[in-house]
């Protein structure tokens, strides 16, 4: 199961840290990715990690801005994401990869968490 949590409102040019936790882990994972859709578009990859090594992947948009990190100990992920704009507002969710390639479309993502809700004020 994964459990995405730290949601919440911010206005423009605030921070905030999501947390996913990843238990029962007895399926393959190569990796987590945080991904995020916001009202009436597609969703989005917006950053990844490697559980192995750490490799670690950001959408051009988010670079600078957000930061992925891992606790292998705590099986979990984390997404700190600062300067954050309305653009930004989504509902965030997590999910474990399952094969070694990234796909944005989220095709190699095969265990998803409940998505957590991140709205930025102007």
């Known amino acids: 199961q994964l459990q995405a949590s730290g949601g919440g409102l911010v206005q423009t040019g605030g921070s905030l840290r999501l947390s996913c936790a990843v238990s029962g882990r007895s399926f393959a994972s190569y990796g987590i990715g945080w991904f995020r859709q916001a009202p009436g578009k597609d969703r989005e990859l917006v950053a990844d990690?490697?559980?192995?090594?750490?490799?670690?992947y950001y959408r051009n948009s988010v670079k600078d801005r957000f930061t992925i990190s891992r606790d292998n100990a705590k099986n979990t992920v984390f997404l700190q994401m600062n300067s954050l704009s309305p653009e930004d507002t989504a509902v965030y969710y997590c999910?474990?990869?399952?094969?070694?390639?990234?796909?944005?479309?989220?095709?190699?993502?095969?265990?998803w968490g409940q998505g957590t809700l991140v709205t930025v004020s102007s």
């Open positions: 990690i490697r559980w192995r090594d750490g490799n670690i």
């Open positions: 999910a474990s990869r399952n094969s070694i390639g990234i796909s944005i479309d989220g095709s190699s993502y095969g265990y």
